[in-house]
Each structure stands twice: as structure tokens, then as C-alpha cells.
């Protein structure tokens, strides 16, 4: 069956420093890939979306790159800032239009 | 409108009551979807409508889930003769329907006592 998998533990880093987050993904072959941000109580926020045939796209301090050969999505947050703290859910999507997410990966910025 | 709304923002229920819960898409969105979202978790597919034509009701768990968007535009989501298993963070989501970049709304918690 399909699989998404995100680290479920929290990731903790020093402000300033860079944030990467996994996605790996099983049974699945995506035609692209959503990236989303969810603040406690609050509803997933669009962020970047990046198609199969795109290695990297980039927005601002966020960089995404998706590994179609290792069914990996990685997601960079440059010059991380307290305010960056959230979960952070992928969603490959291939299929059909609803969106699969993942259990998202909770990271918090020091001060 | 600004945003997707959602309504009630709460509800509490007791078993074995129905309940309908709201979704109001931002305007000219031509798809929406319901998802469920349990604590901890992402958001769950539950159904999606483009127009007015439910085309996937796959994530559905029963027959006592139901859905409608009978103009297009708002969309119910019925729960009937609810389960404690039924408590959840219920959320809607619409698209303009090419890129699928979907816009979330704030949820209905749901509390089946």
C-alpha cells in the first residue's frame, strides 16, 4: 500500500541555521509533490509545489528537491528564524486531485 | 471571500445524533474537499467535489457519511448517528482546480460524547 513517511520526532536547530526536512514516499509514483505548513489550531498552508521532472525549486529561504529515483522529497528552510516554527506535512500527489499527507515533522527554531 | 470558512467551529454532540457541518469555499474555487484530521496527524482524504459532482467518495469510512455541494458552491458534510470514533478536527479545502493548490479552512472539532 502507499506510504508516506516524515521523521515524526521533533526537529530542534539554533536560529539562523538550516532546517532540513525528509519525505520518503513508497508504492507511489507522483507526478508532483506538495509541501505545507500547519501552525498549532490552525489549517495546512500552501508552500511550494514541484513536479517530477524538477530537481529543485526555490522560494525565498525555502528550497525543495525531489528524488523521483529514491522516492525522496527534501525541504530546506535557509536562515531559520523562531517564526519558522510549525509542522511541516508533504504530500505527494499522483492520480487523482485529493491530496495524501504525511504525518508532517514538527520543527522548532532556538533563539 | 477572504478565506475558506468553516461552521460551527465547534460541536458537541452526543452518540447516536447527526450532525452537519459546513464548508463555505473561497469564491470561483471550482473544487473542495473534506478532509479529517486526527491529532498528530496530517489531514485525511475524505471526499471531493468539482462543480457541484461529488467524483471521489473513496475516503468516506461508512454509509453514514455523506457529502453534498448541490450548487457548486457550499458544501455539506453529514455525519449520521455519530460514534465516539467520529471525534475529530473535520477540514475543508478548495482549489481553482488546475494546479491543486488547496486553501484550507480553520476546521469544525468535532466532539462526540
Known amino acids: 500500500s502507499q506510504k508516506i513517511e516524515q521523521n515524526s520526532e521533533a526537529l530542534n536547530i539554533q536560529e539562523g541555521k538550516t532546517a532540513t526536512l525528509t519525505c520518503n514516499y513508497t508504492n507511489y509514483s507522483p507526478a508532483y509533490l506538495q509541501w505545507y505548513r500547519q501552525d498549532p489550531g490552525r489549517g495546512p498552508v500552501f508552500l511550494l509545489l514541484i513536479r517530477e521532472n524538477e530537481k529543485e525549486k526555490r522560494k525565498e529561504r525555502l528550497k525543495v528537491t525531489f528524488d523521483t529515483t529514491l522516492k525522496q522529497s527534501l525541504f530546506h528552510i535557509t536562515a531559520s528564524q523562531p517564526a519558522d516554527s510549525a509542522t511541516y506535512l508533504c504530500?505527494?500527489?499522483?492520480?487523482?486531485?485529493?491530496?495524501?499527507f504525511g504525518s508532517g515533522t514538527r520543527l522548532q527554531v532556538q533563539p | 471571500g477572504a478565506g475558506v470558512s468553516q461552521s460551527p467551529r465547534y460541536k458537541v454532540t452526543k452518540r447516536g445524533q447527526d450532525v452537519a457541518l459546513r464548508c463555505d469555499p473561497i469564491?470561483?474555487?471550482?473544487?473542495l474537499y473534506w478532509y479529517r484530521q486526527a491529532l498528530g496527524q496530517g489531514p485525511e482524504f475524505l471526499t471531493y467535489?468539482?462543480?457541484?459532482?461529488?467524483?471521489?467518495k473513496s475516503g468516506l469510512p461508512n454509509d453514514r457519511f455523506s457529502a453534498e455541494r448541490p450548487e457548486g458552491s457550499i458544501s455539506t458534510l453529514t455525519i449520521q448517528r455519530t460514534e465516539q470514533r467520529d471525534s475529530a478536527m473535520y477540514r475543508c479545502a478548495s482549489s481553482l482546480g488546475l494546479e491543486d493548490t488547496q486553501y484550507f479552512g480553520p476546521g469544525t472539532r468535532l466532539t462526540v460524547l
Open positions: 504530500a505527494p500527489q499522483g492520480g487523482r486531485r485529493a491530496l495524501t
Open positions: 467535489f468539482n462543480y457541484e459532482a461529488q467524483q471521489d
Open positions: 469564491s470561483g474555487h471550482v473544487s
